[in-house]
């Protein structure tokens, strides 16, 4: 049988400023890693990103924000996020990565 491997890229929409201390996470405001922090990175950068990892034969794209879990405005970013997405990038698979969420 052969073996497949499924490509996927990632977005960090939101980046940084997470009140919980993961030691292993760049995402922690308790951390002094080296990172660019943003509540909501661009809608137009986040499709070029998706356009790029297209084009480099990604199948998936997946859109990832900071923090231990979604609230209905993050999720409102993530969901306009992903439309412009879909519209723009033909045959890419949306992920998303946000944490903990409730129904
Ligand atoms: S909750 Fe998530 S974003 Fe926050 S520090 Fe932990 S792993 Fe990082």
Redesign the pocket.
Known sequence: MAKKVYLCAISNISSGG?S???GF?T??ARHKANIQRYVQKDISVIVAEAKNAKNNKAHGFCLVT???ELDDKKLEFVIEACKAVKESVKDLIVIACN?IATL
């Open positions: 997470c919980e201390d993961c996470c995402q922690s900071s923090g231990k944490g």
